[in-house]
């Protein structure tokens, strides 16, 4: 069992950053791979970023490949999610997951956070 907890979200202006944290409880976390999702109201939830277990691959959805950079901190069971160039369409919730294949699909993790909410203003 993994229990992930999203945190930095936050309020910023078009074209500032913001670090998303995904702290993980459980002894094994190291063991799964994690993604990040986003879900805007009315809109189908969307990958975001996904890094693998070893923490040597990463993948990008495309509408956030080249502003934003996943990685992992393994002595702190913890996953950051770094956004620059935010824009006003990164307005969501965004939700870390576990899971055991490293991917893009939502149905390939088990575990998943309560969300934390960013807010882009213009």
């Known amino acids: 069992q993994v229990r992930l907890v999203e945190s930095g979200g936050g309020l910023v202006q078009a074209g500032g950053s913001l670090r998303l944290s995904c702290a993980a409880s459980?002894?094994?976390?190291?063991?799964?791979?994690i993604g990040w999702f986003r879900q805007a109201p009315g809109k189908e939830r969307e990958f975001v970023a996904a890094?693998?277990?070893?923490?040597?691959?990463?993948a990008y959805g495309d509408s956030v490949k080249g502003r934003s950079t996943i990685s992992r901190d393994k002595p702190n069971n913890t996953v950051y999610l770094q956004m620059n160039s935010l824009k006003t369409e990164d307005t969501a919730v965004y939700y870390c997951?576990?899971?055991?294949?490293?991917?893009?699909?939502?149905?390939?993790?088990?575990?998943w956070g309560q969300g934390t909410q960013v807010t882009v203003s213009s």
């Open positions: 459980g002894r094994t976390f190291n063991g799964y791979a």
């Open positions: 890094i693998s277990r070893s923490g040597g691959g990463t």
């Open positions: 997951a576990a899971g055991a294949s490293f991917g893009m699909m939502s149905e390939m993790y088990s575990y």
